[in-house]
């Protein structure tokens, strides 16, 4: 029989991980690694963000696997500003799979957004841990925030999207962030199926991957052993990957056309550069950034 991942009995891991990543960023003082999830520092237990604050918690540090608290940053900053961008375009749906303790539909939720829904779907057990704190923390979740418990490697999240009034006809942004890694060959070709058919033209997805190589353990790239030595440690262990330099035969495959792809190297440019053209810190190289469009 095999293993049992965490989340089968348990809230995620990684996602307890990047919600302690954002919280820490926005303790941090220096500008290229501050964001701005305020949520974040809500949901920490008050001993951990006491740590944080005063540096006693280190992310920079040993506790976490090289290159990976910066990575976690540049994704928020990305991916923030994509759901952004959507809302001022008119999108009117997002769709958050894997959200863990994502913050965005409370963040950027305001009364003149009202018609703007945003769907969460994840697990029961991590799904369950996030309402306990927000409501613990007096954070109230918005209307338009629906959460979908589900379980991607073996529930039908069709039935699940139909049943919560979801309108296939309308323009939506779908966000995939720290999670396709975690999936099974048959549920990431069912997953981007649903995403293509549940979209109007004109859709978008933003997901981040890793390259099929780290889960051979080839040993490419920046931080690679201590990332993938974690992740398995944690039993949430990595299960898809995509070979380098073919995201975009992945992307034609389901219909859906590259717009922006970042890797480490565009990461560490983009968000970590600074006006002198230094780096002010490298970023774990077995990510990639994604953001495409669903053709017509």
Not at 40 to 48: F, G, M, Q, R, T
Not at 105 to 110: D, K, N, P, Q, T
Not at 129 to 135: S, V
Not at 193 to 211: E, H, M, N, Q, R
Request: with cysteine.
């Amino acid at each position: 029989m095999s293993k049992r991942k965490r989340i089968d009995k348990k809230s995620s891991r990684t996602a307890g991980y990047t919600c302690m990543c954002r919280a820490s960023s926005y303790l941090e003082s220096n500008i290229y690694y501050r964001s701005d999830d305020y949520i974040a520092v809500k949901l920490l237990p008050h001993l951990i963000k006491i740590l944080l604050k005063f540096k006693i918690i280190n992310l920079k540090g040993r506790i976490s696997p090289t290159g990976i608290y910066p990575y976690v940053i540049a994704r928020t900053k990305y991916i923030d500003t994509i759901f952004e961008d959507s809302i001022k375009k008119g999108f009117e749906q997002t769709v958050i799979m894997g959200a863990g303790f994502d913050s965005r539909a409370i963040r950027f939720y305001s009364s003149g957004r009202s018609n703007i829904r945003v769907y969460e779907i994840d697990t029961n057990h991590t799904q369950n841990a996030k309402t306990r704190q927000l409501i613990n923390r007096g954070i109230n979740i918005p209307d338009n925030n629906i959460y979908i418990p589900v379980d991607f490697n073996k529930e039908n999240i069709r039935s699940r999207l139909d049943e919560n009034k979801f309108k296939s006809s309308k323009k939506t942004l779908f966000i995939l962030e720290g999670f396709i890694m975690y999936l099974s060959h048959d549920a990431i070709d069912e997953t981007f199926k649903i995403i293509y058919d549940y979209s109007a033209p004109g859709s978008l997805i933003v997901f981040d991957y890793v390259y099929a190589s780290v889960l051979r353990k080839e040993l490419k790239y920046y931080g690679e052993g201590a990332i993938y030595q974690r992740v398995t440690k944690d039993n949430e262990k990595w299960t898809f990957g995509i070979e380098e330099g073919g995201i975009e035969s992945f992307l034609k495959s389901y219909n859906f056309s590259l717009l922006e792809h970042l890797d480490s190297k565009v990461i560490e440019k983009k968000y970590f550069t600074n006006e002198s053209g230094n780096l002010i810190t490298k970023v774990n190289g077995t990510h990639c950034i994604v953001l495409a469009k669903r053709d017509d």
